[in-house]
């Protein structure tokens, strides 16, 4: 790896040049995008406020009630209802764009907690035509369920390297042609004065080398419903099952049981679940996604069980051994206290 400033015009630094523009152009190529509408920035978070700093001016914004915190805490935004699968009716944001014209919609691609799919397709359609944009938070999607977003009519994407096996530290911002954006983070005028501040170059290498990773979506699909009837059958309830879904994710409540109960006896068993979403999952609050689709009590009684790629049957048959010592331990302990 390059050890020079991709800024810099001595030799070492047109070689961290060459590096930081061949991985503008695998981000470009892989999300359907020109290089120069590729902005790199330190991971989705960044991505998102960026995208709602530059789109956003003098617009209303409308979110799903859904959405990760970086869309969801944004000042002034109008957050919109989802059904109790954890998606957003078509009507419900036709309504929305006939109430606030000109707005900018911000929408996962896929939800982080429960791997439930939106609409993007019609979501971009209906955006188009009544003149609104719309900015899609592919985090989760990306290397799961990629789609031609931006040829949808998407006006911008946002990703996250290490969601998709790259290292942390580096994400993007794909804008679509011709839409020019003023920088939230102004610094040196890196990323074409886009977004100040000296580029992760190692970890913009990573993410672009991990884009295109072979993923085998049956399988890892086959190994989420197993753990999803095996957890069901000892009363478990699988929010957002019957929407289409990403293939790794699968978010179990267990009624009586709190979440952190469940997260701590699964990691003392050597299993590393969330409850939420995984960058505020200290705060062990109720989940406001599930809150969202309606489960009340139940949404501070989940865990997100998020399988990776490299996900073998053995490590699921560790993951069903040790929840049902846990339900066992739970149910022997309900009937000592009644």
Not at 35 to 52: H, K, M, Q, R
Not at 104 to 127: P, Q, R, S, Y
Request: aromatic share 4%; net charge neutral.
């Amino acid at each position: 790896m390059a050890a020079g400033n991709p800024s810099s015009i001595h030799a070492a630094g047109r070689d961290a040049r060459k590096i930081l523009e061949s991985a503008r152009e695998t981000v470009a190529g892989y999300c359907h995008a020109r290089p120069a509408d590729v902005i790199f920035t330190s991971g989705a978070t960044e991505a998102n406020a960026l995208a709602l700093h530059a789109l956003g001016k003098g617009r209303p914004i409308l979110i799903g009630a859904t959405e990760h915190d970086s869309i969801r805490t944004a000042p002034g935004a109008i957050t919109l209802p989802v059904r109790p699968d954890g998606t957003l009716a078509p009507e419900t944001l036709e309504a929305a764009l006939v109430a606030h014209p000109g707005a900018l919609v911000a929408l996962m691609a896929a939800n982080n907690e429960t791997g439930v799919l939106h609409d993007i397709e019609f979501a971009a359609k209906t955006c188009t035509a009544q003149g609104a944009l719309l900015h899609i938070d592919a985090v989760q999607a990306i290397g799961r369920n990629n789609r031609d977003w931006l040829g949808m009519g998407a006006t911008s994407i946002s990703l996250s390297g290490h969601k998709f096996g790259g290292p942390m530290g580096a994400g993007a911002l794909i804008i679509r042609q011709g839409i020019e954006i003023e920088a939230l983070t102004k610094g040196g005028g890196q990323e074409q004065g886009r977004r100040g501040g000296t580029q992760a170059l190692p970890a913009i290498a990573g993410l672009a080398a991990a884009l295109g990773e072979p993923y085998e979506a049956g399988k890892i699909a086959t190994f989420r419903d197993e753990i999803e009837t095996f957890c069901i059958n000892l009363g478990a309830i699988a929010a957002g099952s019957t929407a289409p879904r990403l293939p790794n994710t699968t978010n179990l409540a267990l009624p009586g049981i709190r979440a952190e109960t469940q997260l701590i006896a699964l990691d003392m068993e050597g299993i590393a679940v969330s409850a939420g979403s995984a960058c505020s999952s200290g705060k062990l609050a109720a989940s406001h996604v599930l809150t969202a689709m309606g489960y009340g009590d139940l949404a501070g009684q989940a865990i997100r069980v998020s399988l990776p790629w490299n996900v073998t049957a053995e490590a699921v048959e560790k993951f069903t051994t040790a929840y049902a010592a846990m339900v066992k331990r739970a149910l022997r302990k309900a009937e000592h206290s009644a």
